[in-house]
């Protein structure tokens, strides 16, 4: 079978291919590839308007179906007096871990025209920063099958993903087996917060204070977790988010979660929607109901509906303790980066290393 890659550049492309986007995206058996998708991509372009974006879209000879879609950035790495031209997906700032949409009957086929014929031969490229994957992804499993060890490094993101497969087990059996005590501890929490007054937990939020309640969710979490997160590396981020969930949420994409008591937002969650995935993303409480663990009362109804629907919940990257109560993790996130050159290798090798990836791919 032959294979055609078409390079798109400009919105009204991008736009052309929405709905075969979306459709490749829904036929995937699992899809982890929120950051790669059309919704995020579409809304990352228009806020931050970056430069040297292309999206590869790769069909079958007669270009009826989409096979694979990759959303990248160009651009150079400086060493010394020498330039390196690199690409990375695009939108990394935000995206604890990545990937691609791309059929799995013929997965390598595709990524084989992406590496060789596209980034190679057409944009010749010295490296290319291909994630970050999850140790499962199967594209990072056939990235290490078929190229070479002097092509290919694995740079640890020194950060795990957790999620929760619901798919075959019920709630009551999943806790019972893990010999938690989480959920009880959340439903005896919600318990004593209704005696304080009226509590109000809506999972899928669509009023007109949308976008107050994202933006008082970012500036808590913020507050919360006051170290640096991948996702704050924009001055604006909190604008983003904000714009983000409130585009997404109408489509079906986002989900702004709230728990309300007499009214007053105590606790809430942003999560993003991907054909039989939540993929959790920030939750904030009111300091001042700490004791009540409102973050916890809501994670328990979010990881209950994800249940009903025999969804997976994913948490993301970070070994917080709040996931680990929660679930278990489930391996490592890793950066493949491919040296196209000898000298590229030699120059880079030993500077793109675990602990300094953000200095080659989190601001282009």
Request: glycine fraction near 4%; hydrophobic fraction near 40%; proline fraction near 5%.
């Amino acid at each position: 079978m032959s294979y055609h890659a078409e390079l798109l550049s400009t919105i009204d492309a991008l736009d052309a291919i929405k709905d075969q986007w979306q459709a490749l995206c829904a036929a995937l058996p699992e899809n982890t590839g929120f950051f790669s998708s059309y919704s995020y991509l579409r809304s990352y372009l228009d806020f931050h308007q970056p430069n040297g974006w292309v999206v590869v879209a790769i069909y079958g000879a007669d270009r009826a179906q989409l096979l694979g879609v990759f959303p990248l950035s160009i651009f150079n790495v400086q060493d010394g007096d020498n330039n390196y031209r690199a690409c990375k997906p695009i939108g990394t700032p935000y995206a604890p871990y990545y990937d691609f949409a791309v059929r799995s009957q013929c997965r390598r086929e595709v990524l084989s025209i992406l590496i060789h014929n596209v980034l190679r031969g057409h944009f010749k490229c010295d490296l290319a920063f291909l994630g970050p994957l999850h140790d499962s992804s199967p594209l990072s499993i056939v990235l290490l099958e078929e190229l070479d060890a002097p092509m290919i490094k694995m740079v640890s993101n020194r950060d795990a993903l957790s999620q929760i497969d619901t798919r075959g087990q019920t709630l009551e059996a999943y806790f019972r087996r893990r010999k938690s005590l989480t959920l009880p501890n959340a439903r005896y929490q919600e318990r004593r917060l209704r005696k304080c007054g009226n509590v109000e937990i809506c999972l899928t939020e669509h009023g007109a204070d949308l976008a107050n309640v994202v933006m008082e969710l970012c500036q808590r979490n913020e507050e919360h977790f006051p170290e640096e997160n991948y996702y704050r590396q924009h001055a604006d981020w909190k604008t983003y988010m904000t714009q983000l969930a409130t585009q997404l949420a109408p489509q079906g994409f986002a989900e702004i979660a709230t728990l309300r008591l007499d009214q007053q937002v105590i606790a809430s969650a942003l999560s993003f929607l991907q054909p039989g995935r939540r993929y959790f993303y920030l939750i904030a409480y009111d300091p001042a109901f700490g004791r009540h663990s409102p973050s916890k009362i809501l994670m328990a109804h979010l990881i209950e509906r994800t249940f009903a629907e025999k969804n997976v919940f994913c948490f993301g990257a970070g070994q917080y303790q709040y996931k680990l109560d929660w679930c278990q993790s489930l391996g490592d996130i890793r950066t493949p980066v491919i040296f196209y050159t000898p000298e590229a290798r030699r120059a880079l090798d030993e500077k793109i290393v675990a602990g300094k990836m953000s200095a080659f791919i989190s601001h282009h």
